[in-house]
């Protein structure tokens, strides 16, 4: 009895998470799969005949919101990398007693709505806002110049709304560094950069990498900052997905361009793994 109870332990502890995994995910996944491959209208009803042109209709007439997504995604997470490690490396290093206040007061915005906070950049970089107004009134910029519906608005704004996601897998890295390696290093006649690039960096690549993961992924699928912030000429495939389930209700299409993006996103993240090296990663991470 009592080896028994010992074999089915893991998996009695293990079930909760796999039903749930189970019912949100695969279910979903399966239901989504059978649609992306149906034919027919929201008016006769659809039915399941194995439709793979679908795939290549989607393909060929959003291409260009595809591209224009994984670019996107691609510049905010440089973004939130080049904003997001200095900040956790301050806090891990010199936030001392007070790390919890920091990082507290880092995702106090963060506890308000996404939608809210992206509707705030509009009114913030809006042509005659608080930001763009007094420069344009001051004469310092021309009175034609917008930053709405451009490239680098949605950029930003998927740099500000997933910047935690990058912050907080780094923090958690750096802040198992023992500070006494970085004075090793530089007993050891290192200077202060050469310490950072030998010691401090690789040890920090566990956090960059689950940062990447949590970051890229929801950025490139993003609809809300493209329909926010942007305009016509910087449509994201999520806006299409978005337009093609709750608009023209042409859900195989809608579900094809769904699983395009998830093929897509697993490719360039597996690509990014084989070419960081997770096992040397890991191996970081364990020591």
């Known amino acids: 009895m009592n080896r028994l109870r010992q074999a089915l332990t893991p998996y009695a502890l293990i079930f909760p998470g796999g039903l749930w995994l189970a ?3 695969v279910v979903p996944t399966v239901v989504m799969l059978s649609l992306s491959l149906q034919s027919g209208d929201i008016v006769s009803g659809y039915s399941f005949t194995f439709n ?9 007439t959003y291409h260009d919101q595809i591209l224009r997504s994984l670019v996107y995604g691609v510049a905010a997470t440089v973004i939130q990398i080049l904003i997001g490690f200095p900040v956790a490396y301050w806090i891990a290093f010199k936030g001392g007693t007070r790390k919890s206040t920091f990082l507290f007061l880092m995702l106090l915005p963060f506890l308000v709505s996404f939608v809210l906070r992206t509707v705030s950049w509009q009114f913030l970089l809006s042509d005659n806002g ?9 004469h310092l910029l021309p009175q034609d110049f917008h930053i709405l519906a451009t490239p680098y608005a949605v950029i930003g704004g998927l740099a500000y709304n997933y910047l935690p996601f990058m912050v907080l897998p780094i923090y958690v890295a750096l802040e198992r560094i023992d500070p006494r390696v970085m004075e090793a290093a530089q007993d050891l006649y290192a200077t ?3 310490a950072f690039r030998k010691v401090v960096l690789p040890l920090s690549l566990p956090g960059v990498f689950a940062g990447v993961l949590m970051t890229f992924v929801p950025a490139s699928s993003d609809y809300v900052n493209a329909s926010v912030l942007g305009g016509t000429g910087t449509t994201m495939i999520g806006n299409v997905i978005q337009n093609q389930y709750l608009v023209n209700q042409d859900y ?8 395009t993006l998830m093929a897509i996103l697993l490719v360039g993240i597996f690509a ?16």
Do not use: Q
């Not at 793979?52 to 060929?60: A, E, L, N």
């Open 252 to 259: 195989p299409v809608a579900a094809a361009m769904s699983f």
């Open 130 to 138: 608080m930001i763009l107004g007094p420069l344009k009134t001051a």
């Open 52 to 60: 793979w042109h679908t795939y290549v209709d989607g393909v060929s």
């Open 192 to 194: 202060r950069f050469a």
């Open 23 to 25: 019912i949100f995910f």
């Open 272 to 287: 990014y793994a084989r070419a960081l090296g997770t096992e040397d990663v890991l191996e970081v991470a364990a020591r």
